[in-house]
């Protein structure tokens, strides 16, 4: 069964530096979210990205974040300056299409920002 | 704007015996529904929907939710409780104007006693 990959599982950061999350979606799927889980806390929705670009972004998405699709696979998120705020579990998922359409969550990213 | 409300942090039920997680929700128009499972250390699985159509929904795993939309509630229910169950469960919200972002309550979490 096709399932969304993230890479790295744990990362570890000082803070200020810069990290990539990367994701692998379910190759059919047109539509690419990022979420994350501060320990604790619900899942919050960052950003949403379709035809190359961002469809919608949350408050918590500023200037720091971004996404990127450089090839046909796999799907970014990039955090320029990382802060001690920024240490969640991040979670990909991919859809076919939106709203009733099931959104499949990768395994998620353990970021801890020293 | 839209709202999950998931009422008790924490869940406890004796193998066997009734499961019951309660979801509200605040929503100005119709929502789509949906409840997600989380295993330690794993991504959030889809356990069922509720877009329109039959307001008793089937998923996975002996789960079941109804919509009630005079109650603004999404309750998942099974009624024998297996100790594979334990998790967390998390109900979550989308309306299709909103782009496909998924509104999450905090979670529940569930512990099955043998």
């Known amino acids: 069964e096709p399932e969304v990959t993230q890479t790295p599982s744990h990362q570890v950061t000082q803070m200020g530096q810069e990290v990539i999350l990367r994701c692998v979606p379910i190759?059919?799927?047109?539509?690419f979210y990022w979420y994350r889980q501060i320990l604790g806390q619900k899942v919050e929705f960052l950003v949403s990205?379709?035809?190359?670009?961002?469809?919608?972004k949350s408050e918590i998405f500023d200037d720091q974040f971004s996404v990127e699709r450089p090839d046909g696979s796999n799907f970014t998120l990039k955090i320029r300056s990382t802060k001690l705020e920024d240490s969640a579990m991040y979670f990909c998922a991919s859809s076919s299409g939106r709203g009733q359409e099931t959104q499949y969550f990768g395994p998620g990213t353990r970021l801890l920002v020293l | 704007a839209q709202s999950v409300t998931q009422l008790g942090s924490h869940v406890s039920v004796s193998e066997g015996a009734l499961v019951l997680l309660r979801c509200n929700y605040s929503?100005?128009?119709?929502?789509?529904l949906f409840w997600y499972v989380q295993y330690p250390n794993q991504g959030l699985q889809l356990l069922l929907k509720y877009t329109t159509g039959a307001t008793l929904v089937k998923g996975i795993n002996g789960f079941e939710a109804e919509f009630k939309k005079s109650e603004t509630s999404f309750h998942l229910t099974k009624p024998s409780a297996h100790m594979s169950d334990a998790a967390e469960y998390f109900c979550a919200v989308t309306l299709l104007r909103e782009g496909g972002k998924l509104i999450f309550g905090q979670g529940t979490e569930l512990s099955v006693k043998p």
């Open positions: 990205f379709y035809n190359n670009e961002i469809s919608e």
């Open positions: 190759s059919n799927h047109l539509y």
């Open positions: 929503s100005s128009v119709p929502p789509y």
